[in-house]
C-alpha cells in the first residue's frame, strides 16, 4: 500500500496499491496540478492566461549545457519531477521549537546515483558545516499581503499584492467570479479602495486611495499557502518570518530560513561558520504551476533581488579560505547564481532575477544547499534535482516518506551536499 493522488478536489486522497513511487512517465497529474491555484495563497483567477513574462532587461540567465555534454542530453520532462505524498505528512503547523525541525543529510554514496542518507535534525547543523564554512540567507520579509473586497457591481473579490510599485501603486493577482476591467473600481475591507490602471496576464496594476504599505499592515493578513487549511493567527504571524527578516516585499516565506533561531545562530558562530545575507523578494510567480510536460515553455516570472558588497565579500573571503558558500533556501542559491558571471565571480548590485534551475544547469557559487521539501511537478523539484542528481532527491523523497517527514513550508529540511568540486572557484 501506498498513498496515491488525484488530480481532483483537495489532489490527495487515502492510500491505495499502485506503481512505484516516482513514475518517469505517464502519471496521473500530481498535488499541485489540481488547478488549486497561481500561488500558494492564491487560486487561479478564472480564464487567467499563462505567467507574465520576465521584465524587459532582467538579468536571466537562460539554461546552461555544461559544454562537455556532447550532444546535450534530452530535456527532462516534467511528469519525471512527479511523486506521491500522504496528506497528513503536509505541515499544518510549525514546530514548538524553529530548531526541533528533523534534517535529512543527502551526500554522494559510494555508487553512482545512490546517495547517503541520514536522518539528523536542525540542531545538528552546526556539527555538519565546516570551521569557515558561509551560510548566505535570505532576508526578506513577507508582507501581509491578502486583501478582500467588492468590485463595483457587488461581487466578492481577493486580492494578492505581489509587489509594491510605489506609494500608492502595486501589482497584483485577484480572485472574482469575473475579472474585473481596466478602470474598474475595488472596494476593499477595512474602507480602502483601489482602481485596476492596467492588466498582464494574470497580474494587475492598481492604485490605491492610501500608501499600500500602511494599508497592508493594517487590513491585510498573512498570505499562507493553500495546503496550509486554516486562517493565519497569531502563531502564523510570528512564525511565518525567519528571526532575521529585514527587508518587507515577499509573498512567501524563504522556509528553509524557518528553522533558525538566536541559539542556533550563536551555535554556528561557536563553530566557526559565517553568515551573510541576499534579498529575494519572492513573488507570486515563482509558485506558478508548471502546466506543460515540456520545462521549454514555461515561463518563469521575475523577482527583485540585492547583493550587497559585504555578501560579495565575504563569498571571496570564503573561496580564498577554501571553504563552501552553503546556501539557505531555493531563493538564496537563485539569487547567487543570478548574480553570478561566467568565472563564478559576483557583482554587488540589485535586479531582476527569472532563472530557471533545471538538470544540466551549470552552477558557479553554491556549495551545497539547506531547503525544505518541495510541492510535486513544480519548478523547486526541478531545481534540486538539478543541484543534487535527479537519481539522489528520488532516493531522498522515497526515504523521507517512508521515515515520515514534514513536509512543505512549516516542514522538515535536507541538506544536499553533492560533488561540486567541478566548478569554478570550489573549495578542494
Known sequence: M??????????????????????????????????????PALPAPSGTPA?????????HR?????????????????????????PELIAQHPPAVRTASR????R?????????????????????????????????????ARLFGRKASGGRLELLVERIDGE???????????????????????????????????FYGLVFDEPVPALLERAGSLPLPPYIGHAPDAE???RYQTVYA??????????????????????????????AFVTLHVGAGTFLPMRDDDPDRHVMHSERYVVPEETVAAIDAARARGARVVAVGTTSMRTLESAAGPDGRLAPGSGETALFIRPGFAFRVVDALLTNFHLPKSTLMMLVSAFAGTEAIRAAYAHAIARRYRFFSYGDAMLLEPDRRDRPGAPR
Open 2 to 39: 501506498r498513498p496515491s493522488i488525484t488530480s481532483q478536489g483537495t489532489g490527495l486522497r487515502s492510500p491505495q496499491p499502485g506503481p512505484p513511487l516516482w513514475p518517469t512517465a505517464g502519471r496521473a497529474r500530481g498535488w499541485n496540478d489540481a488547478g488549486r491555484g497561481y500561488h
Open 236 to 238: 502564523d504571524e510570528a
Open 108 to 144: 554522494p554514496g559510494t555508487e553512482a546515483g545512490a546517495p547517503r542518507l541520514d536522518d539528523l535534525g536542525i540542531a545538528d547543523l552546526p556539527t555538519l558545516l565546516n570551521p569557515g564554512d558561509l551560510l548566505v540567507l535570505n532576508d526578506t520579509r513577507v508582507l501581509r
Open 62 to 86: 537562460p539554461f546552461l549545457t555544461p559544454p562537455s555534454v556532447s550532444p546535450p542530453a534530452p530535456t527532462p520532462r516534467l511528469s519525471e519531477f512527479d511523486y506521491v505524498l500522504p
Open 168 to 202: 500608492h501603486e502595486a501589482v497584483a493577482m485577484i480572485r472574482a467570479s469575473k475579472p474585473p476591467q481596466v478602470g474598474g473600481r475595488l472596494e476593499l475591507d477595512g474602507g480602502a479602495g483601489a482602481t485596476v490602471r492596467s492588466r498582464d496576464g494574470a
Open 103 to 106: 534534517l535529512l543529510q543527502v
Open 51 to 59: 505567467a507574465r513574462p520576465a521584465a524587459v532587461g532582467a538579468p
Open 246 to 275: 529585514r527587508h518587507p516585499g515577499a509573498v512567501a516565506a524563504p522556509t528553509a530560513g524557518l528553522h533558525f533561531d538566536d541559539a542556533l545562530f550563536a551555535a554556528l558562530q561557536a563553530r566557526g561558520v559565517h553568515r
